[in-house]
């Protein structure tokens, strides 16, 4: 995990460099930082589970012209729990969380105007997944809890709308498709800074 948020560190230190900083001009070029809250819509095998999702991303933008595209790195975290009863015998509880996501990926887009950008977006998240099982009864003898960390892919499209010189707010619908046949979906608000 470590390597891939250093890896993404020095990508976006790469892509900073003053060669690049030479052709990053207009109101969606530079490094960024923002913050992200929305809807959170997770399939664990079984039923779907709705909760909240915020978080945290930094990135770096080129725009040449009317073409924006970038990198970026996102630690995100959720609600959403979904419990199921009865799974193996009458009373027992079988409980899964969906939790931390860290993605690292890239994003490309086209201005609209002079201060909104359309852009898609697409790279590698990982999820981690918690699981809690009770078998009902006082002891809880058979009971144990567990966590896995997912492999997954990340899609996604947002519309972005510069309010400042130095600020913007966004919205974005993401998917993301682990391991295990688990996938969330997501639509989220954010509000950044560039520098």
Request: proline fraction near 4%; include cysteine; hydrophobic fraction near 35%.
């Amino acid at each position: 995990m470590r390597m891939i948020l250093g890896a993404a560190l020095l990508a976006t230190t790469a892509v900073a460099s003053p060669a690049f900083a030479q052709s990053a001009a207009g109101p969606f070029a530079g490094p960024r930082v923002e913050g992200i809250v929305g809807y959170d819509n997770a399939k664990i095998p079984g039923p779907n589970s709705d909760g909240v999702v915020y978080g945290g991303g930094i990135g770096y933008d080129i725009q040449s012209g009317g073409t924006v595209y970038g990198v970026e790195a996102e630690l995100s975290d959720s609600t959403v729990d979904e419990c199921s009863p009865n799974v193996i015998v009458a009373g027992d509880t079988l409980c899964g969380q969906i939790g931390r996501d860290i993605y690292v990926g890239a994003r490309a887009g086209a201005v609209v105007g002079a201060n909104t950008l359309l852009y898609a977006k697409a790279g590698y998240v990982n999820g981690r997944v918690q699981l809690d099982y009770d078998d009902g009864t006082a002891a809880n003898t058979t009971g144990y809890e567990t966590g896995r960390n997912l492999d997954g892919v990340r899609v996604g499209a947002g519309v972005e709308h510069a309010i400042g010189p130095n600020s913007y707010i966004k919205a974005e619908y993401r998917y993301s498709n682990y391991e295990q046949d688990i996938e969330k979906h997501q639509a989220v608000a954010g509000f950044g800074f560039r520098f």
